[in-house]
């Protein structure tokens, strides 16, 4: 099975909602044996931390194509998202609701992951490194966000 890494940085500066961006890169060997790596960015105007994380993530795993089943591993220090992709396969088999019979936060974008989930092998730690240095990078992006707001 072929490996997928995917290293998440994402930067907000507001505890709640607000502007934040994020940066995925995905780094794979292609067909040729050369190793490869990926660029994806984006943000919101309106969001949190851990929806852009979500958000980052299924940006990126739309760019892989589905013609084989991989492992992909992803990077991201965020423990919502390790954990939640954990239990994505207990919350679709409950229609994405929690036990009170709420939907779960983010719910829309989790479904998302949980597509490539279901033919894939796909796991998540917390334990990001930073592998690619994109502070600044995103620090900019983040200014440009709050600009347009």
């Given at each position: 099975?072929?490996?997928?890494?995917?290293?998440?940085?994402?930067?907000?500066?507001?505890?709640?909602?607000?502007?934040?961006?994020?940066?995925?890169?995905?780094?794979?060997?292609?067909?040729?044996?050369?190793?490869?790596?990926?660029?994806?960015?984006?943000?919101?105007?309106?969001?949190?931390?851990?929806?852009?994380?979500?958000?980052?993530?299924?940006?990126?795993?739309?760019?892989?194509?589905?013609?084989?089943?991989?492992?992909?591993?992803?990077?991201?220090?965020?423990?919502?998202?390790e954990r939640m992709l954990k239990a994505a396969r207990v919350y679709a088999e409950h229609d994405w609701k929690t036990k009170a019979g709420k939907e779960i936060a983010n719910a829309d974008l989790w479904?998302?992951?949980?597509?490539?989930?279901?033919?894939?092998?796909?796991?998540?730690?917390?334990?990001?490194?930073?592998?690619?240095?994109?502070?600044?990078?995103?620090?900019?992006?983040?200014?440009?966000?709050?600009?347009?707001?």
């Amino acid at each position: 099975m072929k490996q997928i890494d995917i290293y998440i940085y994402a930067l907000s500066h507001s505890r709640g909602k607000g502007p934040a961006v994020f940066k995925a890169v995905l780094e794979f060997i292609k067909a040729d044996g050369k190793p490869y790596t990926l660029n994806v960015t984006g943000g919101d105007k309106e969001t949190t931390i851990n929806r852009i994380t979500i958000k980052a993530a299924v940006t990126a795993l739309r760019r892989i194509k589905l013609n084989q089943p991989y492992e992909i591993r992803i990077h991201a220090d965020c423990d919502y998202f390790e954990r939640m992709l954990k239990a994505a396969r207990v919350y679709a088999e409950h229609d994405w609701k929690t036990k009170a019979g709420k939907e779960i936060a983010n719910a829309d974008l989790w479904k998302e992951v949980y597509i490539f989930k279901k033919t894939n092998h796909v796991t998540a730690d917390s334990d990001l490194l930073e592998r690619y240095e994109c502070k600044d990078e995103l620090e900019d992006k983040l200014k440009l966000w709050k600009y347009m707001s």
